[in-house]
């Protein structure tokens, strides 16, 4: 059974930085692109970014592109979410994401996803 | 970017009732369309891929269908655990983009 757990949210200063984990079980998770997609409080989904199974492409939303970097680690089964210069806008619930299928780039879904965690960015 | 355009953005009805959520692409995405279910305070729960293929487990009531730029989510017989919100997703190309929702209510 596929299984997404984020961590790493929390409070932070505009400006300030967070990374941002997914650790990843029951699946192969070394096959799949992965992604990370916020919802502001009350407001509807956002994707932010996409990382391919080895880590060698990647694509990001314009609203976080030279703040936000996406990485993972094979070996840990794990995905991260490195973020600086956080402005308040980026308040939001975290999920990752996984493809639904292999090789696909956009895959056709995001089939399984974390419970998301919660940042906040205030003063 | 695509833009995605869900409509109606609120839908009342009732249990037993037939609706459709339509979804609008500001260019040509073929059948590279997904839906989601979302309960509030949960993470999203996958439901059509290729505009029209349900994902396992997804209950024969919700089917969807188009290409192009239009695209329509059905759900043929409202359940009470249906009354939830609903977005469409282009996967046609990056950046991915999300309909800004439709919120089913009774």
């Known amino acids: 059974q596929e299984h997404l757990v984020e961590s790493g949210g929390g409070v932070v200063q505009p400006g300030g930085s967070l990374r941002l984990s997914c650790a990843a079980s029951?699946?192969?998770?070394?096959?799949?692109?992965m992604h990370w997609v916020r919802q502001a409080p009350g407001k509807g989904l956002e994707w932010v970014a996409f990382?391919?199974?080895?880590?060698?492409?990647?694509y990001y939303a314009d609203s976080v592109k030279g703040r936000f970097t996406i990485s993972r680690d094979n070996s840990k089964n794990t995905l991260y979410l490195q973020m600086k210069s956080l402005r308040p806008e980026d308040t939001a619930v975290y999920y990752c994401?996984?493809?639904?299928?292999?090789?696909?780039?956009?895959?056709?879904?995001?089939?399984?996803w974390g419970q998301g965690t919660l940042v906040t960015v205030s003063s | 970017d695509i833009q995605l355009t869900q409509s109606p953005s609120f839908l009342s009805a009732s249990v037993g009732d037939r609706v459709t959520i339509t979804c609008r692409a500001s260019q040509d995405i073929s059948s590279y369309l997904a839906w989601y279910q979302q309960k509030p305070g949960k993470a999203p729960k996958f439901l059509i891929y290729?505009?029209?293929t349900l994902e396992t487990g997804v209950p024969s009531r919700f089917s969807g269908s188009g290409s192009g730029t239009e695209f329509t989510l059905t759900i043929s017989s409202l359940q009470a655990e249906d009354f939830e919100t609903y977005y469409c997703q282009q996967l046609k190309t990056y950046p991915v983009t999300f309909g800004q929702g439709t919120r089913l209510e009774i």
């Open positions: 290729g505009a029209s």
């Open positions: 029951g699946f192969t998770f070394n096959n799949y692109g």
């Open positions: 990382t391919r199974y080895d880590g060698s492409n990647k």
């Open positions: 994401a996984k493809d639904n299928f292999v090789g696909w780039e956009p895959a056709p879904g995001f089939d399984y």
